[in-house]
């Protein structure tokens, strides 16, 4: 069936590292790919998306590159703030569908 | 506008109250969704409308009755509820067409059921 798996958290990181939230997918034909963030007693915000493959997405200093032949989409950035302490989905929806599907979401906690 | 509104913020009822959860968009959205989200767990599909018409529905129990009045409203009745019913409650909106475009989601309505 169609899913996504993440990288199970939490991850801690102290402010100005590098981040990585590893993101893997299966399904059929085409999927569009997204990451949600979630703060604290909020709702979801699309982070970013990508639609087709060697697309990248990227906001707020955040980069995912859709590869298809790995089946991945990766959250990367570069230097993260206390200000990113959220936790992070990815997600899919298939070509002509309705049902977001989302992994099982990655806890961020960034230390000063 | 990119906002989806949720109304009330937070609510807290008892088992045999009837409550009712509202949501509104005024991007011309044409497909509007109810999600159910536990305490660290994704978002989980409730309830999906495409041109106000119920399209979706992930065998959720009768005690959670949705309703579209119209292209811009999307409301969730409750009844009966139980204390495992407490939850996050998330609307959201997308385009409808191809298919492959994101849900943007409210704020969210955090349920308590007593």
């Known amino acids: 069936g169609n899913s996504v798996t993440q990288m199970e958290g939490p991850v801690t990181l102290s402010e100005e590292a590098f981040l990585t939230i590893n993101c893997t997918y299966t399904?059929?034909?085409?999927?569009?790919l997204f990451w949600y963030v979630q703060y604290p007693g909020e709702g979801l915000q699309l982070l970013l998306k990508a639609t087709k493959a060697d697309d990248k997405g990227s906001n707020k200093g955040f980069e995912a590159t859709y590869r298809k032949e790995t089946t991945s989409f990766h959250l990367e950035k570069g230097s993260v703030q206390v200000s990113d302490s959220a936790v992070y989905f990815c997600?899919?929806?298939?070509?002509?569908?309705?049902?977001?599907?989302f992994g099982a979401g990655t806890r961020l906690f960034v230390k000063a | 506008d990119t906002e989806v509104t949720q109304t009330p913020k937070h609510l807290v009822m008892g088992m045999t109250n009837k409550k009712s959860l509202k949501c509104e968009q005024h991007?011309?959205?044409?497909?509007m969704y109810w999600y159910k989200q536990k305490a660290k767990k994704p978002p989980e599909l409730m309830f999906v409308y495409s041109y106000e018409k119920l399209s979706i529905n992930e065998s959720v129990p009768s005690r959670f009755s949705p309703e579209c009045p119209n292209s811009s409203l999307l409301n969730l009745h409750l009844h009966a509820l139980q204390p495992e019913d407490s939850a996050l409650y998330l609307c959201?909106?997308?385009?409808?067409?191809?298919?492959?475009?994101?849900?943007?989601f409210g704020q969210g309505t955090r349920l308590t059921v007593v």
């Open positions: 991007m011309g959205h044409r497909a």
């Open positions: 997600a899919l929806i298939l070509t002509g569908g309705f049902k977001t599907i």
């Open positions: 959201a909106s997308s385009q409808v067409g191809t298919g492959r475009t994101e849900a943007f």
């Open positions: 399904a059929t034909g085409y999927p569009s």
